[in-house]
């Protein structure tokens, strides 16, 4: 093992995380093809994309444990294909599916786990008090993981992630089938640490996770990055201000795109509703009532980083 | 270590990096707290099944044979029988705790990816593991061998060297079993390994009669497996009966399955972790 210590923690402007031209394949396919971005300290960042855009595969080279095919990757400076041990030392990992020890308690797992990082026992013990109490889960720090609730697992392994005070957190789909209250629960705690300074990457397929937590986030689809940007920015340079959704009683709704063309900026026909991007909703929903067109239901909204999405690939986030 | 290293490992910047006794060690200490709640279970398991063979085949069957042929070779057969089941179920114990509960840790539970995104490796987990469980097969070897001594199973106190013996034929079905796992997609190869590997080995490794009392054709089967090793070692020092050649060459071929079994191990447990 080699004891390097790098000249890089006070490094230009602050980069944590630098990637450019990053791929990575599997055998014929290519799960990363090419994505380039930094990552400044203290930013929460990042990757929104259905299910198999590569947020996973981009995810586990970040953590430094799957090897980059080609590109180049910084993490704090290092290269993962040499200090892969020293990078994760610095590194809090979330990952998709929890991987705790369901039959130990809680605190155990948070003991467990600090040890890997070679804090002491009185260390460990101090931290999981602490941690416990950030992530709501002290009055069951005695009892087995298995019976608890899925938000409470996603908690125990964010406070599992922190018990080395990372510097970096990584966070593969943190609410991943959490009910919206558990949902609420995480993101408060996140906004904490982001608040504390600290750096937050984060994939979602979830366009208000997004929303809420990153400051900028890039856009993947088929292991491309398509774009980059803070979330109010996204949506100004790839949607309109509002959305009317219309609702029509017919099997097929591309037999009323055409009678509404014309109305707002563009149409998007979806198998099940019609959306019409525009500036202001209201107008648009009188003038398709002008034109004597009666949909089910009519709701205006402001646009968000699915109509981003949809815009940018054709095609919703979560099938 | 200082309390310095460990404060510097709490802070921001480049840690102090962990010396593989820390990280082998952290591994470990994993190991021991899920050998200590399934500690009921494992008694069970690891104590009552071969405690059922000294009853049946020991002193059941034993005296039979006791009465009609004085023994074995003039050995009581209890005393010719006990060596061997010794080294039979730490094999057992041995080979279970290098299928189900790896394929675990790979595949169900995913707990190694969750050490692997630690400073730890893959050899470090290895290393633990493994390491984990010789030592539950000394504990485990340890009471047996105390139960069996308590019944008269053994002649001599040489017979303290089927501890190590023991141990070193259960690594040899750990080792290369546990990189045979890392290649396996699900438990069905398992099947297969206990019921066309382990019980032959079990029947057919001069374990409960000398392996001249089998076809001729059958002999070198035994020759290659690590349990017939195992069984004969065990019985020369258990019946003070040492060849010194033999028991070099017994053991320098147990040694060989756990160094190969090694680089094949962390090959392919490599290429399954890391992709």
Same mark, same amino acid.
């Given at each position: 093992?080699?004891?390097?210590?790098?000249?890089?923690?006070?490094?230009?402007?602050?980069?944590?995380?630098?990637?450019?031209?990053?791929?990575?394949?599997?055998? #014929?396919?290519? *799960?990363?093809?090419?994505?380039?971005? *930094?990552?400044?300290?203290?930013?929460?960042?990042? @990757?929104?994309? &259905?299910?198999?855009?590569?947020?996973?595969?981009?995810?586990?080279?970040?953590? *430094?444990?799957? &090897?980059?095919? *080609?590109?180049?990757?910084?993490? @704090?400076?290092? =290269?993962?294909?040499?200090?892969? &041990?020293?990078?994760?030392?610095?590194?809090?990992?979330?990952?998709?599916?929890?991987?705790?020890?369901?039959?130990?308690?809680?605190?155990?797992?948070?003991?467990?786990?600090?040890?890997?990082?070679?804090?002491?026992?009185?260390?460990?013990?101090?931290?999981?008090?602490?941690?416990?109490?950030?992530?709501?889960?002290?009055?069951?720090?005695?009892? !087995?993981?298995?019976?608890?609730?899925?938000?409470?697992?996603?908690?125990?392994?964010?406070?599992?992630?922190?018990?080395?005070?990372?510097?970096?957190?990584?966070?593969?789909?943190?609410?991943?089938?959490?009910?919206?209250?558990? !949902?609420?629960?995480?993101? =408060?705690?996140?906004?904490?640490?982001?608040?504390?300074?600290?750096?937050?990457?984060?994939?979602?397929?979830?366009?208000?996770?997004?929303?809420?937590?990153?400051?900028?986030?890039?856009?993947? =689809?088929?292991?491309?990055?398509?774009?980059?940007?803070?979330?109010?920015?996204?949506?100004?340079?790839?949607?309109?201000?509002?959305?009317?959704?219309?609702?029509?009683?017919?099997?097929?709704?591309?037999?009323?795109?055409?009678?509404?063309?014309?109305?707002?900026?563009?149409?998007?026909?979806?198998? #099940? !509703?019609?959306?019409?991007?525009?500036?202001?909703?209201?107008?648009?929903?009188?003038?398709?009532?002008?034109?004597?067109?009666?949909?089910?239901?009519?709701?205006?909204?402001?646009?968000?980083?699915? #109509?981003? @999405?949809?815009?940018?690939?054709?095609?919703?986030?979560? =099938? | 270590?200082?309390?310095?290293?460990?404060?510097?490992?709490?802070?921001?910047?480049?840690?102090?990096?962990?010396?593989?006794?820390?990280?082998?060690?952290?591994?470990?200490?994993?190991?021991?707290?899920?050998?200590?709640?399934?500690?009921?279970?494992?008694?069970?398991?690891?104590?009552?099944?071969?405690?059922?063979?000294?009853?049946?085949?020991?002193?059941?069957?034993?005296?039979?044979?006791?009465?009609?042929?004085?023994?074995?070779?003039?050995?009581?057969? $209890?005393?010719?029988?006990?060596?061997?089941?010794?080294?039979?179920?730490?094999?057992?114990?041995?080979?279970?705790?290098? +299928?189900?509960?790896?394929?675990?840790?790979?595949?169900?539970?995913?707990?190694?990816?969750?050490?692997?995104?630690?400073?730890?490796?893959?050899?470090?987990?290895?290393?633990?593991?493994?390491?984990?469980?010789?030592?539950? %097969?000394? $504990?485990?070897?340890?009471?047996?061998?105390?139960?069996?001594?308590?019944?008269?199973?053994?002649?001599?106190?040489?017979?303290?060297?089927?501890?190590?013996?023991?141990?070193?034929?259960?690594?040899?079905? /750990?080792?290369?079993?546990?990189?045979?796992?890392?290649?396996?997609?699900?438990?069905?190869?398992?099947?297969?390994?206990?019921? %066309?590997?382990?019980?032959?080995?079990?029947?057919?490794?001069?374990?409960?009669?000398?392996?001249?009392?089998?076809?001729?054709?059958?002999?070198?089967?035994?020759?290659? /497996?690590?349990?017939?090793?195992?069984?004969?070692?065990?019985?020369?020092?258990?019946?003070?009966?040492?060849?010194?050649?033999?028991?070099?060459?017994?053991?320098?071929?147990?040694?060989?399955?756990?160094?190969?079994?090694?680089? $094949?191990?962390?090959?392919?447990? +490599?290429?399954? %972790?890391?992709?």
């Amino acid at each position: 093992m080699s004891v390097t210590r790098p000249t890089v923690c006070g490094m230009a402007n602050d980069v944590l995380l630098s990637a450019s031209g990053l791929t990575k394949r599997f055998g #014929d396919f290519t *799960a990363v093809d090419g994505v380039g971005f *930094a990552v400044r300290k203290g930013e929460s960042f990042g @990757f929104l994309g &259905p299910n198999g855009a590569g947020k996973s595969s981009t995810m586990r080279m970040i953590g *430094a444990v799957s &090897p980059v095919t *080609a590109g180049e990757l910084r993490i @704090f400076g290092q =290269d993962p294909a040499t200090n892969g &041990p020293q990078i994760r030392a610095r590194l809090g990992v979330v990952p998709q599916h929890d991987q705790l020890d369901q039959e130990l308690t809680v605190e155990e797992n948070m003991w467990v786990y600090g040890r890997y990082f070679g804090l002491s026992r009185a260390q460990v013990r101090e931290r999981a008090v602490e941690l416990l109490e950030f992530a709501q889960l002290t009055e069951r720090a005695k009892d !087995r993981v298995e019976p608890l609730s899925g938000g409470m697992k996603r908690r125990l392994t964010i406070a599992r992630a922190l018990i080395s005070t990372p510097e970096m957190l990584l966070l593969d789909e943190p609410t991943t089938g959490l009910d919206p209250q558990a !949902r609420h629960l995480l993101w =408060d705690r996140l906004f904490r640490l982001k608040r504390q300074g600290v750096t937050l990457i984060l994939t979602t397929h979830y366009m208000d996770e997004a929303e809420q937590l990153c400051d900028r986030l890039v856009v993947m =689809d088929h292991g491309r990055i398509v774009a980059e940007g803070s979330p109010r920015a996204l949506i100004r340079q790839h949607s309109t201000r509002e959305v009317l959704e219309l609702r029509f009683d017919v099997d097929d709704h591309a037999e009323y795109g055409a009678k509404l063309a014309g109305i707002g900026d563009r149409v998007e026909v979806l198998p #099940d !509703r019609l959306l019409v991007y525009t500036e202001d909703g209201d107008t648009a929903a009188a003038e398709v009532h002008d034109r004597g067109v009666q949909p089910l239901s009519s709701l205006v909204r402001r646009s968000t980083l699915e #109509d981003v @999405f949809l815009h940018l690939t054709g095609r919703t986030l979560v =099938d | 270590m200082s309390t310095d290293v460990f404060t510097a490992r709490g802070g921001h910047g480049p840690r102090p990096p962990l010396a593989t006794r820390e990280r082998v060690g952290a591994v470990t200490g994993y190991m021991l707290l899920v050998y200590r709640r399934t500690l009921r279970g494992t008694i069970i398991s690891t104590f009552l099944s071969p405690l059922f063979f000294l009853l049946a085949m020991g002193i059941g069957l034993g005296s039979l044979i006791d009465e009609r042929t004085g023994g074995v070779g003039g050995v009581p057969y $209890l005393q010719f029988v006990v060596p061997a089941i010794v080294a039979m179920q730490t094999m057992w114990l041995a080979m279970f705790e290098a +299928t189900y509960p790896v394929m675990d840790y790979i595949r169900w539970s995913k707990l190694y990816d969750s050490m692997l995104a630690t400073p730890l490796r893959v050899r470090d987990v290895m290393v633990g593991h493994i390491g984990s469980i010789a030592g539950r %097969l000394v $504990l485990a070897t340890s009471v047996f061998m105390l139960v069996a001594a308590l019944f008269g199973g053994f002649a001599t106190w040489g017979a303290l060297w089927c501890l190590p013996i023991a141990v070193l034929t259960g690594l040899a079905f /750990t080792v290369p079993i546990f990189g045979f796992t890392a290649t396996q997609q699900n438990e069905d190869g398992f099947n297969i390994l206990f019921r %066309l590997i382990a019980t032959p080995l079990m029947l057919f490794s001069g374990t409960f009669f000398p392996i001249d009392q089998l076809p001729v054709w059958m002999q070198p089967l035994a020759w290659v /497996t690590p349990l017939w090793h195992g069984v004969e070692s065990a019985r020369m020092v258990a019946l003070g009966t040492v060849d010194p050649p033999w028991l070099a060459l017994h053991t320098g071929v147990l040694l060989m399955f756990v160094l190969v079994g090694w680089v $094949l191990c962390e090959r392919a447990l +490599t290429k399954r %972790l890391v992709t």
